[in-house]
Every structure is written in C-alpha cells, then in structure tokens.
C-alpha cells in the first residue's frame, strides 16, 4: 500500500483546499507506469506512479501535456501537479472518463490533428529532452530536418542498439541508411510541426462528449509526416481518420516510402525496449527503405 500523503498534500496546495486521497482504484493498460483513479469522494484524479529517479520523465511529460493544452487544438488530459518521495515519484492528471468510441469520430481527431499540426516552431526540437517509452528522446534544437532525424533519431537509436549488443547487418544497414538519408527528402520541405510524437492507437479515445482525446505525448517539433507515420504502424485508426486528414492538410508526394523512415525509429526503439523479436523487423525495413534508392 502506498503512502498516499506527498501526493494529497500537493494536491491540496493546487486546489487550494485539502484534499486526502480516500479511494486508489488500480487502472491496467500501461507497462512502464502504475496508474490509479484516486478519489476524495467527490473529486477524482489520473495518477501515474514510477520509481523517484523517474521524476524527469514525469516532467517531461507534463510539459508535453501543456504545450498541446496551449495550442487549443485538440484535447489532452490537463496536468494537475508532479513530485517524489523517498520511494515514488507521481504525475497527477485531469481524470478522464475515456473510451475508444465509434469510427464516425475519426473525422474529429484527424481534422483535430491537422489543426495541431499547424502550431510550428522556427526549428526542430524541443526545449527539453523527453522519453519514447523508457527511451530518452533527445530534442536538441536544430534548423536541418535531415540532420535531426540523422542523429537525434536514427543515429541515436542505432547507437544503443550497438551498446545492446546489436552489431553485425543492423549496424551495417543503418550506417549506409544514415548517409543516404538526404535522398529520402528531394523536393520535401517540411515544417517544425508540433508532434504528439508517439501517436499509435493506443495513445487515443473519447472523452464522454465524444471529443477527440490525445494522452501519453512525446512532444517535440517535427515534420507532421512523422505523426502521421505512426499512426499506420500498429493500426486502430479509422478510415475516416485520414480521409479527414488529408482534407485538412493534405500530405506531400513521398509521404508512402518516407512513412517508414519515420516508423523505423519506432520499430528500433522496440528492439532497444523489449529485445531481439524486432531485430528482423529493423533489419527489413531498412534493407526495403535502401532498395528505394538504389
């Protein structure tokens, strides 16, 4: 059982009042934190618990949360307050009343993201470094969209890899992948768009209302393109959702071979997570991805 009282405290100090966590509801889903809907009985709130040194990642996220919050584009769940002790650290969100919906709300969230998509940035990056799960996702601003996929994504995932132990035809493929990535962007030019930065199916629902809901961001400033890309990786997003899309901002010719430029950072962020089962999957892509320009 956790000793719930740094977490009341905080709270109390946001509200303005005290409040004492009577009720912690476990709710499953995710594998890197625990999360509870804790309750007053009358207020509720989202917590998501990890280990103190964590707190960072916690940060990043609720900075994250509040970049979308301020563009007033689509909805995220508002951060209330993030802290540790001695043996958690804890980020306090809005409580949502969430669900998967209906596909006729597809047309929202892709019109909703090509508006998000809009809110630009003079560079690449971010002011603060965040994590891709567990990652560290390095944000470091930079003026060349290619040379910030290159080493800051790419580059970076290919390198732990090699510190996992995943030498050989990877390190090979990537390095002749790294030096040909220009020939992927001929006649792109894309935009420092605001990302939710780890977009698959899961990291979306409804609110009651039936509005979009976007939550768990990696936020940073990119090619919208990269978004985009992921939401095709594992699937669940409706027809509607792209059609919408489309509509709204319609995408660049290239998107189709470019997607899994965008979505080989992902798969290799897998194979550093959770181990060997990605490898052929990483060494795949990029055999297809060199074949392209060959």
Same mark, same amino acid.
């Given at each position: 059982m956790h000793n719930w009282l740094g977490i009341s405290s905080q709270i109390?100090? @946001?509200?303005?009042?005290?409040?004492?966590?009577?009720?912690s509801d476990p709710i499953g889903g995710g594998c890197i934190n625990q999360t509870y809907r804790i309750s007053d009985g009358r207020l509720h709130f989202f917590l998501k618990l990890n280990s103190p040194r964590n707190l960072p990642m916690f940060e990043a996220e609720s900075a994250g949360l509040q970049e979308i919050l301020q563009s007033n584009t689509i909805r995220v769940p508002q951060p209330v307050c993030h802290g540790k002790d001695g043996q958690i650290a804890w980020l306090v969100l809005e409580y949502l009343n969430l669900n998967k919906g209906a596909n006729s709300h597809g047309s929202d969230l892709g019109e909703q993201l090509a508006t998000?998509?809009?809110?630009?940035s003079p560079q690449f990056g971010w002011h603060r470094d965040n994590t891709l799960g567990t990652t560290p996702q390095?944000?470091? @601003?930079?003026a060349d969209w290619t040379e910030f996929w290159r080493m800051q994504r790419l580059g970076y995932q290919l390198d732990l890899a090699k510190s996992n132990g995943f030498n050989g035809k990877l390190q090979q493929l990537g390095e002749q992948l790294l030096v040909n990535l220009e020939k992927f962007f001929?006649?792109?030019?894309p935009l420092p768009s605001l990302l939710h930065g780890d977009l698959w199916s899961g990291n979306y629902a409804y609110d009651g209302d039936g509005n979009p809901v976007i939550f768990d961001p990696a936020v940073y400033y990119g090619d919208r393109e990269a978004d985009l890309a992921m939401t095709e990786l594992f699937g669940g997003f409706p027809p509607d959702f792209y059609s919408a899309y489309r509509y709204n901002y319609p995408l660049d010719s290239g998107y189709n071979i470019r997607k899994s430029v965008y979505n080989l950072y992902h798969i290799l962020?897998?194979?550093?997570?959770?181990?060997?089962s990605y490898l052929y999957q990483s060494e795949q892509m990029m055999s297809r991805l060199l074949a392209e320009i060959r």
């Open positions: 109390s100090a @946001v509200l303005g009042k005290t409040y004492t966590i009577q009720e998000l998509h809009r809110i630009t390095i944000n470091t @601003v930079c001929s006649g792109a030019a962020n897998h194979l550093n997570l959770f181990g060997g």
